[in-house]
């Protein structure tokens, strides 16, 4: 089993920045070392949509909606993957979640909320 716990969420003022990390942990990963992390999110009555996603290379592919404000990144030692956020507006405002790709499944975490308002 793999267990994700994510970290960072808060209240932001819009224009304001937040870095979420989400850190993985479980026997599996000292076998498996290739797997892609990858941050979604969830507004209320709204479906989870990708936000950011990055490879165990490190290549990344983002949402346009967030292109050149949030920047995904890793650590592959700690197994953990941040979310750099910049420039937060209004619409930003949902439950982010992580999750990775091991062996064909999906492991997700318990997300943090995440509110842009002033």
């Known amino acids: 089993q793999v267990q994700l716990v994510e970290s960072g969420g808060g209240l932001v003022q819009p224009g304001g920045s937040l870095r979420l990390s989400c850190a993985a942990s479980?026997?599996?990963?000292?076998?498996?070392?290739?797997?892609?992390m990858a941050w979604y999110r969830q507004a209320p009555g709204k479906q989870r949509e990708l936000v950011a996603i990055?490879?165990?290379?490190?290549?990344?592919n983002y949402a346009d909606s967030v292109k050149g404000r949030f920047t995904i990144s890793r650590d592959n030692p700690k197994d953990t993957v941040y979310l750099q956020m910049n420039l937060l507006k209004p619409e930003d405002t949902a439950v982010y979640y992580c999750k990775i790709v091991l062996t064909g499944r999906d492991y997700w975490g318990q997300g943090t909320q995440v509110t842009v308002s002033s």
């Open positions: 479980g026997s599996i990963l000292s076998t498996y070392r290739s797997f892609v």
């Open positions: 990055i490879g165990s290379g490190g290549s990344t």
